[in-house]
């Protein structure tokens, strides 16, 4: 899950911040494309998409790998970094996006057979610099502007802005937002060839971490730490707070017309019915962690913990029933194959399972 990811890349910058001092030259993983013959069955995986009969997955150091039978297969594809990938999402049949630590937003024009670097911690501190001048700009600008050059001042690469990216969602082919670490968010409305920051159009004045965003049609939601959940105003150009009864972190959120589910901390989960105004919360029945949220055939999901527990939730929300699978190691991410299989990324590699209710 993006959490377990952004706590293991930061981690990693320390590291490497404790490494600057040294007299020999470090080469960046923004110039580093992942070596041929990487992957293996037990290559970490952090995420995983599907759209029809076709699987990508990220992981760790870069990693990308396509499957086109069911996951049965699964083959590395090149890629321009070797940063850290957290999320992969396909935005249409054929444009896939991945995003993860060093700002890196990856995009894919033929299904995930190529890679396009889009964003890295350079072009975006840039891009912050140019948005957030230190007089003028939008209201507000001075205060992001100085937030923007702590984050810079901790990378251990002058002018690398190390802050990652966690998700990335898109409502049609050119309208997505981007959202990271430290309250990041951008916005394009071009399909991802240019993107504006869209900090100042959240409320979150504390800055928390944004984990996730999701919708369907023009509803969009960002779901962060702290109970933190945000709706879209289209009409005001904003993300405003949504009151939920929750104060833990949300790691993913699922919309449905008609039906909102937040799902996150020790297998806390809260449907809403009418846009976030009152809030069920759904027995899940797990203490573990809900990192995933996977449709099912028709209006059915699929709820997965960190732990392998997987749950299918009713279309409207109002009940989760656990179902039956083999035990497997920590979960990252999950999603299905056209066939109704569960594909798991896994710290220890890629699953594919069949899935049967608990007798």
Sequence with gaps: MAAVALAMGLAAAA???????ANRPMRDVLDMPVPAGEFNKHSPASSVA?????????????????????????????????????????????????????????RSADGGASWQRVLDGRSLLKLLRGHYPA????????????????????????DVLPTPFLDVSFADANDGFLV??????????????????????????????????AGHGTQRYIAGEQGLLLRLDPAGNHFAQVKTPYEGTFFGVDVRPGRVLAYGLSGNAYVSKDEGTQ?????????????????????????????????????????????????????????????????????????????????
């Design 15 to 21: 590291f490497a911040m404790q490494q600057g001092n």
């Design 279 to 359: 809030w069920r919360k759904l027995a899940t029945g797990t203490e573990a962690s809900l990192v995933a949220a996977v449709p099912a055939g028709g209006e059915g999901l699929l709820l997965v913990s960190d732990a392998g527990q997987v749950l299918s939730v009713s279309p409207d929300g109002s009940r989760a029933v656990p179902l039956q699978i083999p035990y497997t190691s920590e979960v990252l991410g999950a999603a299905t194959t056209i066939s109704g299989q569960l594909v798991l990324a896994l710290v220890n590699g890629l699953r594919v399972l069949d899935i049967m209710p608990v007798r």
């Design 135 to 158: 007089q003028g700009g939008p209201e507000g600008a001075d205060k992001t502007r100085e937030e923007v050059e702590r984050w810079a001042s901790q990378s251990a690469t002058l």
């Design 50 to 106: 599907r759209q029809g009969d076709r699987l990508v997955a990220v992981g760790p150091r870069g990693l990308i790998v396509m499957s086109s039978d069911g996951g049965s297969h699964w083959a590395q594809m090149p890629s321009p970094v070797q940063s850290d990938l957290v999320s992969v999402r396909f935005s249409d049949a054929n444009t896939v996006w991945a995003v993860g630590h060093d700002a890196v937003a990856l």
């Design 180 to 213: 990271g670490a430290f309250g990041l968010v951008l916005h394009t409305v071009d399909g991802g060839k240019t993107w504006t920051p869209w900090i100042e159009h959240t409320d979150n004045p504390r800055r928390l971490h944004l984990y996730a965003v």
